[in-house]
């Protein structure tokens, strides 16, 4: 059992994103914590590069470091919001009680993946794959066997654009006749 | 846990990191009041199961997983984008992007 360059990889980036992940719950400027959910995407598509997933990697950082981070930075900076004071949920006893819901929800899940390890442990990992024919394969099983999905997304993301631009046209926001 | 399952990493390690980045999500959904950083923890949420595909995918030897992926990340762009318009639409109001004010929406 030796530590490869892809089992320290994992932990690095691992760590990583897990840090900045706690960076979008606890900071309370929210550009802040954009900058920290980007750092976290970034670390994600460190981690689908390390596991041969480069089209996905290369998706990963276009899309989501890329493009949503840029429309949330972009609508922060519209808002002109500051460190916020109450940044938190109000209760005690009620954040309590998320915390422990959040706490068993994990809990169940570790349990799950610990116990079920031999038979997901007994697997075949893939061979090294090269990046061009892998992408090819996605390409083909896209426009292929995911071909109605495909289009059912083409056509979603028409309906989002056109409501997102009729929301946006409401005078006085979405409160303009009280 | 023996230190050999440390060092040598395999899909439960991903999955465990997956599913610990999906508590950090659902705690930001549940515990913040900024409705940007809620829609930020749902991100999170979502990347954390296209942690899970991808895994899946690698370590099954089966590319159905990344083809989810894509339809994951359409779906998230578009939550992203309606829900950054309602922020607006509510900021305009209330200069605020606080969840409370989320419970007077009218069409």
């Known amino acids: ?178 | 846990m023996p230190m050999s399952n440390l060092v040598d990493v395999g899909l439960s390690h991903y999955l465990a990191l997956s599913a610990a980045l999906f508590a950090i999500g659902m705690l930001g959904v549940l515990m913040r009041r900024n409705v940007i950083v809620m829609m930020m923890s749902i991100e999170l949420m979502l990347n954390a199961v296209n942690l899970t595909f991808v895994a899946f995918s690698r370590f099954r030897d089966n590319m159905d997983g990344q083809a989810m992926v894509f339809f994951v990340m359409t779906v998230a762009a578009a939550e992203a984008a309606v829900g950054l318009a309602l922020a607006v639409t509510i900021f305009k109001r209330f200069r605020e992007v606080n969840i409370r004010y989320f419970e007077h929406l009218k069409g």
């Open chain 1, 1 to 178: 059992m030796t530590l490869t360059a892809q089992d320290l990889l994992f932990y690095i980036l691992g760590g990583l994103s897990l840090a900045s992940a706690l960076g979008v719950l606890l900071m309370t400027n929210p550009i802040y914590s954009a900058l920290c959910l980007a750092l976290t995407m970034v670390s994600l598509a460190g981690l689908y590069a390390s596991m041969q997933a480069w089209f996905v990697a290369g998706v990963q950082l276009i899309v989501y470091a890329g493009a949503v981070m840029v429309l949330f930075v972009m609508v922060l900076m519209l808002f002109d919001l500051k460190s916020e004071v109450k940044a938190f949920s109000r209760g005690a006893v009620a954040g309590f009680m998320k915390l422990v819901a959040v706490g068993l929800m994990t809990g169940a899940f570790l349990a799950a993946i610990y116990n079920s390890a031999d038979t997901l442990l007994g697997t075949s990992l893939a061979a090294n794959v090269d990046g061009t024919a892998s992408t090819k394969a996605l390409a083909q099983m896209l426009f292929g066997k995911y071909v109605f999905a495909f289009e059912a997304m083409g056509v979603l993301l028409l309906i989002i654009a056109i409501g997102a631009v009729a929301l946006s046209r409401i005078e006085g926001g979405t409160h303009a006749d009280e």
